[in-house]
């Protein structure tokens, strides 16, 4: 790994992967730019395509800033839950952030000389809310896609949970479906929506006509705007 100064926009993260065959250049919320290159690629091939990219990766930051400021800053008045509890913060005396579960509530105390603003504090929390909705997920999610195989009459090979947040979910070409575990931040008639999604995949692989039509009699003829109601949610970020 390696960190360049690209001119008109600063700091860029450079990776070499065995996986990657071209370069690539991704920008995730709160993760800044990071450009992935084959291990025999060069570092100057790799800023001189980030140079010609540089127009876009300026627009395509300046969105994800915007959207930065949408997120939920965490501080002991924030109102924020999971699907099954209601998350609290608390200073304490300790050197490191401690977790307590209620029936309720995600107890999170954080050590109460520290700047509960900063990047690494918000990091921090956002990192004890997303295994609480992992756990979430896991036990939820797998089930209820079953139930809703078993109501609609599909039939798939498995599904895993996991953490993603460049989709909601996936449906692989065995019929093997992939959901994020950021679903349990959607309501639920949502939730439903893309377990369906990816069920109508396991008879359509692509989203042309008959895709949308099948997927449309599964949800009452809401496919459409169902699909527009989700796309006020991203993945990425909350």
Known sequence: MKIMQLQDVGEVTLVKSAAARTIRI???PFGGIRITLPPWGSYQQAME???LKKEWIIRMR???EADEKTCTV????TVFSTASKTVKLFPCNATRFRVHTTSEQLQIFFPQDIDLLSEAAQSAIRKIVIERLRKEAQEYLPERTRRLAELHGFSFHGVTVKLITSRWGSCSSCNHINLTLHLMRLPVHLQDYVMLHELVHTIHKNHGLKFWECLNRH???????LSAEIKRYHAAWF
């Open 26 to 28: 991704s920008l995730k």
């Open 49 to 51: 395509f980030a140079t």
């Open 62 to 64: 300046s969105k994800l």
């Open 74 to 77: 965490f501080t002991p008045d």
């Open 219 to 225: 949800t009452d003829g809401q496919a459409r705007p």
